[in-house]
């Protein structure tokens, strides 16, 4: 048992005090300067106080780097991108642990290995499968046949693009499956012995109760491909499908041109404001999906 003392609780609070600022901090600032002149933000010291200039840095930034259009790509991108990845690793999941093949652990640590290789280390092989999908097929019957095929077909400055190479995901096929193997194997016998088959056991039984797991997964999926730049910017070079990661750069200063960090950091926080709005919607089930132990 650990014994509360005064000493024990003010070093707690202010350790906790700390971690606050320490993850605030960068917000406020960004916050502060936002909403100050070109004059202020540049001036030292820094004044941490917010002033009355954000609408008019934020309408510089939206028409500066069109982040209306890149909005609306950003948030179809994330909306295809987690849709996918949710439903994907729910049926992988489902697969590993409720059908009885010799094969279904190997398979798992399969896939659980990829966590060990993130986007940066396999965006080569990916790029060239994208940016031409049949090039394996005319390998193929170029080596049986002799034949050379000139057909050509790729996902290059499409939503295709942006969304199905990122779908695949180890982590939502982990946490799926440590879900469902909790869940005991007379649920599945009694579906069983009532008629009910696999898809209608997964749709009807396995979804409703996996919802705090799914909601959960939505809101880091949803995160993580708003937040995508190395892969649009590989795939996309018509301005018509840019997303807010790479319009960002149209806000930064060039070296000849004024240092309007205001414009940029007004841009920064409209950027950011549709995952947080996603993250504080979906914190309670987010915290729920992954703490919790009664399922």
Not at 35 to 54: A, E, G, M
Not at 101 to 110: A, R, S, V, Y
Not at 185 to 212: C, K, Q, W
């Amino acid at each position: 048992m650990i014994q509360r003392t005064p000493i024990a609780d003010a070093l707690t609070y202010l350790l906790m005090v700390l971690g606050f600022i320490l993850l605030i901090g960068p917000f406020l600032v960004i916050l502060a300067g936002a909403s100050q002149t070109l004059q202020q933000i540049n001036s030292v010291p820094f004044h941490f106080l917010p002033q009355d200039r954000f609408l008019e840095n934020a309408s510089a930034a939206w028409s500066r780097a069109n982040l209306g259009s890149a909005m609306i790509n950003s948030f179809i991108m994330a909306c295809f991108v987690t849709v996918g990845k949710v439903a994907l690793s729910a049926c992988t999941a489902f697969a590993i642990v409720f059908f009885r093949t010799p094969l279904k652990h190997f398979f798992f640590w399969i896939v659980f290995i990829t966590l060990m290789l993130p986007l940066e280390v396999r965006v080569v092989p990916t790029y060239a499968v994208a940016a031409d999908l049949f090039q394996p097929f005319r390998l193929l019957i170029s080596a049986l046949t002799g034949i050379e095929v000139s057909v050509e077909w790729n996902l290059l400055n499409s939503y295709a693009g942006l969304t199905l190479p990122l779908i695949a995901t180890a982590t939502g096929t982990f946490l799926y499956r440590q879900f469902f193997m909790t869940l005991p194997n007379e649920l599945a016998e009694a579906a069983r012995m009532d008629g009910s088959g696999p898809v209608r056991f997964f749709v009807d039984m396995l979804i409703p109760l996996s919802r705090t797991n799914m909601l959960a997964l939505t809101t880091i999926m949803f995160v993580y491909g708003w937040n995508q730049y190395l892969w649009p910017l590989l795939m996309i070079t018509d301005p018509a499908y840019k997303t807010t990661m790479m319009s960002l750069s149209a806000l930064l200063p060039s070296e000849n041109s004024l240092p309007d960090w205001n414009v940029t950091l007004a841009g920064s926080l409209i950027i950011m404001a549709p995952p947080l709005v996603v993250v504080a919607v979906l914190q309670r089930w987010f915290v729920r999906g992954l703490v919790a132990t009664e399922k």
